[in-house]
């Protein structure tokens, strides 16, 4: 098991920056790559950004450019910088680590409780 505490939302005014952390503790294996996804009022969680343990990452194309995953494998922890940011990054932000299962094939996800994100115009 996993367990997944994030912290660094807020209320902020577009075009400012935001840091968010999510902090790992149980099994962590060196295989997981950790990310971050979010979900708006209305609307399906998406991935904004994910980051392997060697450090090779993802990014939805809205944040491209903006946002920045990074991450601590000592530490268990995956930061995401978020600047320039606009109205439209309102949502939940919700740590995710995804995990290949050994035996049978796909994935295992767990997630943290989420970080409220809210960007003013």
């Known amino acids: 098991q996993v367990q997944l505490v994030e912290s660094g939302g807020g209320l902020v005014q577009a075009g400012g920056s935001l840091r968010l952390s999510c902090a790992a503790s149980?099994?962590?294996?060196?295989?997981?790559?950790m990310g971050w996804y979010r979900q708006a009022p209305g609307k399906q969680r998406e991935l904004v950004a994910a980051?392997?343990?060697?450090?090779?990452?993802n990014y939805a194309d809205p944040v491209k450019g903006r946002f920045a995953i990074s991450r601590d494998n000592a530490k268990n922890t995956v930061y995401l910088q978020m600047n320039s940011l606009k109205p439209e990054d309102t949502a939940v932000y919700y740590c995710?680590?995804?995990?290949?299962?050994?035996?049978?094939?796909?994935?295992?996800?767990?997630w943290g409780r989420g970080t409220e994100v809210t960007v003013s115009a």
């Open positions: 995710n680590v995804r995990r290949a299962r050994v035996v049978g094939g796909g994935e295992i996800h767990y």
């Open positions: 980051i392997s343990s060697g450090g090779s990452t």
């Open positions: 149980g099994s962590v294996f060196s295989n997981d790559v």
